[in-house]
Each structure stands twice: as C-alpha cells, then as structure tokens.
C-alpha cells in the first residue's frame, strides 16, 4: 500500500511492459483454507529437480495463480443461454424446428424460426432462447390461424406432438376443448387445422433441478404472460 501511495498519477497510468516466462502456471480456485498451496509447492520443490526426466519439464518453479470462486450472482445468473441441436452441439441461439422423426405428421406444420411476433399492429418480435422440436416438453407454444391471422397461446407437459394430436382429435370429434377447437369448429368450411395453421414453440421450462409441480406453476405463469403480447389471443382452459 505504502508503494501505491507513493506513486504519481503518470506513474499509475503508464503502461507495464509484460515479459513472457516459460513458467507453468498451477492455477486453482481461491479459497482462503488453500493459501497453504504455494508454501507445499515451493517447500517440495526439490522432489521434481530430484528426477531427470522431471526437471528437464518443469525446470522453473511453477507460478501459483488463483480464479476466482463462483460468487452467489454467478451461481444464480447467467449472461448467455444456451442450447443444444440435435447433433449435441452447444449454442446460444435458440430456435423452434421440426424433429424430422420419419412418422411425425406435424413436421410440415412447424415454423422453423428463431423469432415470433404478435399480431399487434406495431409488429413487435420476440426471440426464442431455447432449441425445441416437436418432441420437446413443458413448452409454451402459439398456433396461428392463416386465414384470419389469429393467435392461440397454449402450454403442454407431454411431447408437444402429443398435445397437437389432442388438439387435431377434439376438432374431428367436434369437441369444444378451447378456443382453439371452438375457432376451426365455428369455421369448419372454410378452415382445416391440418393445413391452415402454424405452429411455434417460443419457450421451455427446462430447469432439471425442479419439481415436476413448480414446472407447471411457472409453465401456467409463463403462458399468460406471453398471451398478453399478441393482440386476439385466446389461451388455453385452466
């Protein structure tokens, strides 16, 4: 501190020139109970100068550096979310696209975007920040009716196919389940669920240190938040 003090203000801006070393860096993360580390590494440092092999490889002392630890923000929050592809890969770009599943009959149906926009007139468009198909569960999805440009806000637990085979079944029973099937009903001349629609999912809730129950709470707060993004939009029957 005293050497800090005693520095001008030029002499605390002026660029430090830095030397390269050979040295191997023995990087750990800080803990106050490990402090111990360089004193054990300096203290046993004759055992590897004691070898040949080992100290033609290591004939410095090694640089002791430490990262620091997780703090609670990093822990809790995170500047990137990521995904993975079908392949494995990671990614932060999330996007909704068909599984490609050779008997899937909504492939064909399925935007495959990385945006959705609401049906209001300033157009807003919104991202989707996770990799879904229609495979994936506890999702979020809108179903958009092309003829009238309305929206459908629903969520499904199961394989979103799944709750599209719901759907698609209380149409052809003639079912009025929600306003999804009352729509396609109310307009059975003109509209065909199995072509006049698409379909995208704009969110999941995949969190797997969560309960099955607190999924479905976030998943229901979820949908009707979303739901008020579009203007028209009907959601799905509690």
Known sequence: ??????????????????HTTNRIPLVTTYNPRTSYIAEVANRNWHFLQSKERLAHICRERPIIAYRRSKSLRDILVSTKLTGRTPEGHTTTMGSC????????????????????????????????FHIVNCQS??????????????QYV?????????RLNNHRNHIKRGVYFCELSEHFLHNSTSHDF???????????????NMTIERKKEILRAREIFLAKSAEHIATERS
Do not use: H
Not at 1 to 14: F, G, I
């Open 97 to 128: 696209g068909p599984c490609n599943k050779p008997k899937c009959s909504w492939c064909v149906l399925i935007n495959k975007t990385s945006t959705f926009t609401g049906t209001r007139r300033d157009g807003k468009v919104f991202d989707i």
């Open 154 to 162: 629903g969520k499904s637990e199961p394989a979103f196919n799944l």
């Open 137 to 150: 569960t506890f999702v979020i999805y809108i179903i958009e009716c092309r003829i009238c440009r309305l």
């Open 194 to 208: 199995g072509k006049d629609v698409t379909i995208a999912i704009i969110e999941q809730i995949k969190q797997s």
């Open 1 to 18: 501190m005293r050497k800090v003090l005693s520095l001008t203000q030029d002499e605390s801006l002026r660029a430090r020139e830095r």
